[in-house]
């Protein structure tokens, strides 16, 4: 697990005002995420959970305030930029093209084919029926191993920090759990950084040291995930 003693910021927003239109989703929200740690931010439907990771990843324009990545502002830079520099994203949205292979799906993530077989192999560690399946087309996979390939092309180029959006949403214990055990594989042997937004309470606080809980687009409370997490969250995510 993540050494909480730490303390080197990977991301880190000030004061963030984001949303659609005249509305304001995200208000006035600072959060800071360390270097190597999995966080969790939990919340109910319709609270800005995926507006914060879109406009971490500048598919929605931060109004005012500070985003950083690394001690850097990253406000007004591309998504592609930022993907680039070392930032995986795992949508909620189906991203996946259903009539393409598995293969050229996850060919998509990287930047040429000569970074292909050694991308490969790396999530071939985390879902190993990938290997020889990767001639069939993507939208002939079920809802869980869609879900994995869809995390799995996010792994493809080991990113530093890796933004995910309710990937365990539908799915079955077997395969959360096979999700969790990549997660904390990509914490503990690379050093990645993750922001995992979800809604599945059990699987979120065993995989993060952190959480936050997101209400009308303010952080409404947060702490370190341990054995009184579970209550606590829960008072907040009660209807």
């Known amino acids: 697990m993540f050494d909480t003693a730490k303390t080197e910021t990977k991301l880190e927003l000030d004061g963030v005002t984001?949303?659609?239109?005249?509305?304001?989703?995200?208000?006035?929200?600072?959060?800071?995420?360390?270097?190597g740690?999995?966080?969790?931010?939990?919340?109910?439907?319709?609270?800005g959970k995926t507006t914060l990771l879109k406009t971490i990843l500048g598919l929605v324009s931060a109004r005012s305030?500070?985003?950083?990545?690394?001690?850097?502002?990253?406000?007004g830079a591309?998504?592609?930029?930022?993907?680039?520099?070392?930032?995986?994203?795992?949508?909620?949205e189906q991203p996946l093209f259903t009539d393409l292979s598995i293969q050229d799906n996850l060919r998509l993530a990287i930047r040429s084919d000569r970074d292909l077989g050694a991308a490969l192999e790396h999530v071939f560690t985390h879902f190993p029926f990938l290997r020889d399946r990767l001639a069939q087309q993507a939208g002939t996979l079920s809802g869980g191993e869609q879900k994995m390939l869809i995390l799995s092309r996010a792994l493809m180029l080991k990113p530093d920090l890796i933004l995910i959006d309710e990937i365990s949403e539908g799915l079955q214990p077997t395969v959360i759990a096979q999700i969790a055990k990549a997660l904390q594989a990509e914490q503990a042997e690379n050093g990645t950084t993750i922001l995992l937004v979800e809604q599945n309470l059990n699987f979120a606080l065993d995989v993060a040291d952190r959480w936050a809980v997101l209400k009308l687009g303010e952080i409404d409370d947060s702490g370190i995930a341990d054995a009184d997490s579970r209550e606590r969250v829960l008072e907040h995510l009660k209807i």
């Open 18 to 35: 984001s949303g659609y239109g005249p509305i304001a989703i995200i208000k006035d929200l600072s959060l800071s995420i360390r270097k």
């Open 65 to 75: 305030g500070e985003i950083q990545l690394d001690g850097r502002s990253i406000v």
């Open 78 to 92: 591309s998504p592609k930029a930022l993907i680039k520099s070392g930032v995986g994203y795992a949508p909620q």
């Open 37 to 47: 740690e999995i966080f969790a931010l939990m919340g109910k439907n319709g609270m």
